[in-house]
């Protein structure tokens, strides 16, 4: 049998590894809920099992004559140069924001080829594209 020094430490190192995995349980867990899948717009049509009640961002270029503006709704078109969506966004854009550049949007899917952003992020200078969009735009000229 074991000595009492010897189960005590068998206990604390059984107890220590029972909390260390009830910790890292909840720390997925909570991470798996603030996921925010990206997608460009030919990843979105293509899609069959798209979910359109989570948050996603959509990434492409700005089709150039597509922005609209109502007041504070902003419309226009992002294109990955094979497949396009329309985003709505109610709100400022950032300054970079313009026609023929990479942007990423942030929201819900309306259907395949509307989405609802709450958050438009074009946040780079004018020769940076995020990576994500650079990959979707080099998938959709093969």
């Known amino acids: 049998?074991?000595?009492?020094?010897?189960?005590?430490?068998?206990?604390?190192?059984?107890?220590?590894?029972?909390?260390?995995?009830?910790?890292?349980?909840?720390?997925?867990?909570?991470?798996?809920?603030?996921?925010?899948?990206?997608?460009?717009?030919?990843?979105?049509?293509?899609?069959?099992?798209?979910?359109?009640?989570?948050?996603?961002?959509?990434?492409?270029?700005?089709?150039?004559?597509?922005?609209?503006?109502?007041?504070?709704?902003?419309?226009?078109?992002?294109t990955d140069l094979n497949n396009e969506i329309i985003v709505s966004y109610n709100g400022l854009l950032p300054n970079l924001f313009s026609e023929g550049k990479g942007v990423v949007a942030e929201g819900k899917l309306k259907d395949k080829k509307y989405l609802i952003a709450d958050k438009i992020l074009a946040k780079h200078d004018e020769n940076y594209m995020p990576p994500e969009v650079k990959d979707a735009l080099e998938k959709a000229k093969n």
């Open 1 to 78: 049998m074991l000595s009492k020094k010897a189960r005590s430490r068998l206990f604390v190192l059984i107890f220590l590894l029972l909390l260390s995995g009830i910790v890292i349980f909840i720390l997925f867990k909570s991470l798996k809920e603030n996921v925010v899948y990206f997608f460009s717009p030919t990843e979105i049509y293509n899609n069959e099992k798209i979910s359109f009640n989570k948050k996603i961002r959509v990434g492409g270029l700005v089709k150039k004559g597509s922005v609209t503006k109502n007041q504070m709704l902003i419309n226009f078109i992002v």
